[in-house]
């Protein structure tokens, strides 16, 4: 039976550059899970008797809003939802069976790369029927119904039993529980040459995944444990944990510097990979050498042609726009297009459902493609493997060629965390109101040439995003760019976006906070990171 209930808005429930997120505890406030799940539901139109997909990382606090969620979609409307087992789907995964299944769009449980536990991190993301998240016309309307709300529908029924396969009714609606990885690995098969990875492994080729105790560790242990052939051992940390074992799961070098150690040490294993909370980021460390995000989008791209999905090449590359220039480089060799978008997976999915970009990716450990409309962390783990299979060259001989080749974008992003918000907001309005006296100047002893804050225009709505990220141009082609992070929960980010070129020509072997060092001291001296902040070192270096 459906109840309506009365509730009065919460006045925080913008969602950020990757869906709302809040510590538990703040979920946990009477009704505040109902009412955003209801502004969702309110702000959309046209989905009586359609699907919705519904699965997160397994974070603290996934199962109970799972049965909220599906109560309330019964009470809405929808026809059938389907929901990973045990309440489980990877952010890529829960993308593709939207789109596999025709759905509605899909609500996905999850924050990411941050913490979980009954005092850390939990969040809730709406992804359109394209399987990609919504974009900003659609978090607006919700965001501004849930400024107004003052109801939502539910219905009178105990919990839906989502651990074992099979169709429950709820209320008119039908609960379909599904394998949370066989549609994802079947995806795969259809991308990758999963013989000629499984020869490379079979010949002695160590491949080492660490999943970081969250959702990516079911779907390492299929595919890359047992159709790959590497065996159980190849996967580290693979059992999901609510509070992903105390740990960040991100896969940096900061929190995975186990992984890192390892890949460094004499006896390292050929190829080294992890991936975050919810599974749409990836870490990419070959023997003895880490590979930068940036770096690895380019190189992907400049070899995705030896996977049989992308065999008839790339129709074009985009990248955020704090990610490094590599890849522009690669898209001009190619003759294909690059296009430049702000932070966040959102600002792809036009240019992958036009067809104008194949492969996407951001600083922030994020590559993927048009298979689905998220980054895709194991994605981007098995394009490497089946690169590396084909070429029979370990990682770093593939990084020198490519830089030789190419050029080098040395690259690092600092991080300044937990920053006031008032004084980061201070900092950010300096940089602003100064922009326009800056090219032709000299910051540190280096000429500025440019200065912006970048603002977009999706070149296939029409619509647009400003204030993205103060970027400062220098002679030579090195860049600074400075940006709040619009994904933290407490206080806020700084985050810094450094980068040099060096070309073929060039010294391509340098340590990179040694090749950095100029510009480092540039960014405190044209933003006044210490004097605003207090801090004189980034928290974190990526
Ligand atoms: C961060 C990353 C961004 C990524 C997002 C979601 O956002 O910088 O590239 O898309 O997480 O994973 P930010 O906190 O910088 O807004
Ligand atoms: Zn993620």
């Not at 400024?147 to 989502?162: G, K, N, S, W």
């Not at 429950?168 to 995806?187: F, H, K, N, P, R």
């Not at 450990?365 to 409309?373: F, I, K």
Request: net charge negative.
């Amino acid at each position: 039976m459906t109840v309506t209930v009365a509730t009065t808005p919460y006045d925080d429930q913008k969602p950020g550059t990757s869906g709302l997120r809040k510590k538990v505890p703040h979920f946990q406030q009477p009704n505040y899970v109902e009412n955003f799940v209801q502004s969702i539901f309110d702000s959309l139109e046209g989905f009586a008797g359609q699907t919705l997909v519904l699965g997160g990382d397994g974070r603290f606090y996934n199962r109970e809003v799972v049965q909220i969620v599906l109560r309330m979609a019964a009470a809405n409307g929808f026809g059938r939802v389907l929901v990973g087992q045990g309440g489980i789907l990877s952010t890529p995964a829960a993308s593709n069976v939207i789109r596999r299944y025709g759905a509605f769009g899909g609500i996905i449980l999850s924050a990411s790369h941050n913490p979980g536990g009954p005092h850390e991190d939990f969040g809730i993301k709406y992804n359109i029927g394209n399987g990609g998240p919504a974009p900003e016309k659609v978090t607006d309307a919700i965001f501004a119904r849930s400024m107004t709300i003052d109801r939502y529908l539910t219905i009178e029924a105990a919990d839906v039993d989502i651990d074992t396969i099979g169709e429950t009714a709820l209320g008119g609606m039908t609960v379909q529980v599904i394998d949370s990885v066989a549609d994802y690995a079947a995806l795969m098969e259809t991308l990758f040459d999963f013989d000629a990875i499984r020869t490379l492994i079979g010949s002695g080729f160590r491949v080492l995944f660490d999943a970081m105790s969250a959702v990516t560790g079911p779907y390492a242990a299929e595919i890359i444990g047992r159709r790959l052939g590497a065996g159980e051992a190849a996967v580290l940390h693979a059992t999901p944990l609510p509070d992903f074992g105390g740990h960040h799961p991100d896969p940096n070098l900061v929190h995975a510097k186990d992984l890192y150690d390892r890949l460094m040490a004499p006896d390292a294993p050929d190829f080294g990979a992890a991936s975050d909370g919810d599974g749409d980021r990836n870490l990419i460390i070959g023997k003895g050498i880490f590979i930068t995000p940036s770096d690895s989008l380019a190189m992907l791209a400049a070899n995705a042609h030896l996977a049989p999905g992308y065999a008839k090449g790339l129709k074009g590359i985009a990248r955020s726009m704090p990610t490094s220039g590599a890849a522009d480089r690669v898209a001009d060799a190619l003759g294909i297009p690059l296009y430049e978008t702000p932070t966040g997976w959102k600002f792809f999915g036009t240019l992958l459902d036009a067809g104008l970009a194949t492969i996407c990716g951001e600083e922030s450990a994020g590559t993927g493609s048009d298979h689905v409309r998220e980054k895709d962390g194991l994605w981007a783990v098995l394009l490497w493997l089946n690169i590396l299979a084909a070429r029979r060259e370990s990682v770093a001989e593939i990084a020198t060629a490519h830089w030789a080749r190419y050029g080098r974008n040395y690259y690092a992003r600092h991080d300044y965390e937990g920053v006031d918000s008032a004084a980061a907001d201070a900092l950010m309005a300096e940089l602003r109101a100064g922009l326009g006296s800056l090219p032709g100047s000299t910051v540190a002893g280096l000429a500025v040439v440019s200065a912006d804050d970048f603002a977009y225009t999706d070149p296939v709505d029409g619509s647009t995003a400003t204030k993205q990220g103060v970027r400062i141009g220098f002679e030579g082609g090195s860049r600074i760019v400075f940006r709040l992070s619009g994904t933290g929960t407490s206080g806020a980010t700084l985050r810094v976006y450094i980068e040099r070129y060096e070309p073929p020509t060039g010294d391509l072997a340098q340590e990179t906070p040694i090749g950095l060092a100029p510009l480092i001291a540039a960014a405190e001296a044209v933003a006044g990171i210490a004097r605003h902040t207090g801090r004189t070192e980034p928290d974190v270096v990526t």
